[in-house]
């Protein structure tokens, strides 16, 4: 079973919170290793943390990183233990290389291991990660009252010269209760820990907990599902003999996805999926009548031939709501972030993708930062990664467009074989559809767009560029597009956010964002 501070993780608790400040060690290798691991029954405050009542928050730009990074110095600045033993810890990368963290261990005080947890994910120059732990109970627990502890922690890591450290030390801790993320925030999950299953064919939606879950949703297509907790799918890589994880539907009327599913916020790390003379390759495969909501796919690895995208590969009817991808996405025909195709019916909304999107041969190629080809709606919406096409046609947002892209955005850079022709920062053709409303797309330099359309309409959309401006104009709510996608109010500080709930900013400082992802200024 897993701890209880894992299971709010995977979403068990109402509300979200994160964490405060620690002490500091020195360690070798120009490390400066600060780590507060918090074990516990009761919520406790650091003097110099930023709480508020029950709730702590941490974040790379913060600021309260500030007094425990040493130049050079690689960082486990916060950390949290439930009173079960799963643990949370912060690890920023201020060393000035990047590195790949694969093992977390506890060290209890004769210096014997406890329950390991491994990774495999790489932490860049300046970047701050969160990871959740097994168990660290059998080695370092807390007894009832106790407020302080010291325990040992030993991290094995790479370097980006294929140099393996193993650092070594010995924290004093404090003791709290509860924790969980922010919805803006993910941590990475070990790669063995173990999900148990909640399988339940009574229950309605029917819960989804484990991996094992996930896959057995091919069993019933038309049923309604809803993720009680995040789930890591590393484990797909060795699945099929390295081919991955068998998308859920196929591209078959009664073989298609025609339920529902419900993320409840929660996300899926490490989707592996390795099938490049597959068609529609994605999580769900061919969705024709499917509702997907509020689902986060992390750090993908998804490659198939003829149609590629991350949640769904050919969205008929029904809408993608509230979801996001990012990793690598790769395929020989048309493929996006989000989907590969939308029909009319469907709808992408809310939505955003981070996702590399590559397309490298094909008949039908077209490669969209959120969708190949569009015939639905694509609403309130963004696009921020690179978008290769080697082929044809390609666009930020879609390569073609035959329905609506409204209130809508990419800062993706574009690079298809036309430069200039059949690639837009929007989209690369606008045939039939009406005229794009309110959108806009930034034409970075070096790359294969001029224009929001490459070819047809251009309608409502602005495109900047570096020479006339640049990205900041994009910083500021007063500024148009932005200005007409709602009524702008103060939502404190430099914050701004519009009044029907879809967009916010930090004026000045970012780029618009949606508001369920709760940033902060």
Not at 428 to 454: A, I, M
Request: glycine residues 14%.
């Amino acid at each position: 079973m897993y701890s209880r501070a894992q299971a709010l993780l995977r979403g068990q608790a109402p509300s979200r919170t994160c964490w405060s400040q620690g002490a500091q060690g020195t360690i070798e290798y120009l490390v400066i290793l600060a780590i507060v691991i918090v074990i516990g029954l009761a919520v406790v405050g650091f003097s110099t943390g930023i709480f508020s009542g029950s709730s702590v928050q941490v974040n790379s730009s913060s600021g309260n990183l500030s007094n425990k990074i040493g130049v050079g110095g690689i960082s486990i600045s916060e950390s949290v233990v439930d009173p079960n033993g799963g643990a949370l810890i912060s690890l920023a990368n201020n060393s000035g290389e990047n590195f790949t963290l694969t093992k977390i261990t506890p060290v209890d005080s004769k210096g014997n291991d406890g329950e390991e947890s491994t990774f495999d994910n790489t932490i860049t120059q300046g970047e701050l990660k969160i990871f959740s732990l097994n168990s660290v109970n059998s080695v370092c627990p807390c007894a009832q009252g106790d407020t302080t502890k010291t325990c040992t922690f030993k991290l094995t890591l790479t370097t980006s010269t294929g140099l393996t450290k193993t650092l070594t030390t010995s924290i004093a801790t404090q003791c709290v209760q509860n924790l969980v993320l922010t919805a803006s925030q993910t941590s990475v999950t070990p790669t063995n820990y173990s999900y148990p299953s909640c399988w339940d064919e009574i229950t309605i939606p029917h819960p989804i907990c484990s991996l094992s879950d996930l896959n057995r949703m091919r069993e019933h297509l038309d049923w309604d599902y809803i993720l009680s907790n995040d789930i890591n799918a590393y484990a797909t890589r060795t699945w099929d003999n390295g081919a991955g994880f068998d998308p859920i539907a196929r591209h078959i009327v009664f073989l298609s996805f025609s339920g529902s599913l419900e993320g409840n916020f929660r996300k899926i790390y490490n989707l592996y999926i390795n099938r490049p003379s597959t068609e529609y390759v994605s999580l769900l495969g061919y969705s024709m009548a499917g509702k997907i909501t509020h689902l986060g796919l992390v750090d993908v690895n998804i490659i198939g031939g003829t149609g590629v995208g991350g949640i769904a590969t050919s969205q008929e009817t029904g809408p993608i709501l509230g979801c996001f991808v990012s990793g690598t996405i790769t395929g020989s025909g048309w493929g996006g972030g989000i989907a590969g195709t939308t029909s009319n019916g469907a709808s992408i909304s809310n939505s955003y993708s981070t996702a590399a999107i590559t397309i490298s041969s094909g008949v039908t190629d077209r490669g969209g930062g959120l969708v190949g080809m569009n015939g639905g709606k694509v609403v309130n919406s963004y696009a921020t990664a690179a978008t290769t096409n080697f082929v044809d046609w390609t666009g930020g947002i879609t390569a073609n467009n035959y329905g609506d892209i409204n209130n809508s955005f990419s800062t993706a850079a574009i690079y298809g074989k036309y430069s200039g022709y059949y690639a837009g920062s929007i989209t690369g053709t606008n045939d039939v559809g009406p005229p794009l409303v309110n959108d806009y797309g930034y034409d970075v330099v070096g790359d294969s767009t001029h224009n929001c359309v490459g070819v047809g309409q251009p309608g409502d959309c602005k495109t900047i560029v570096d020479a006339n401006g640049g990205i900041s104009w994009f910083y500021y709510d007063t500024n148009e597009p932005l200005a007409s996608w709602g009524t702008w109010t103060s939502a404190g500080g430099n914050k701004y956010s519009t009044t029907d709930g879809n967009w916010s900013i930090c004026r000045g400082a970012t780029l618009p964002w949606l508001t369920w992802e709760n940033r902060t200024c």
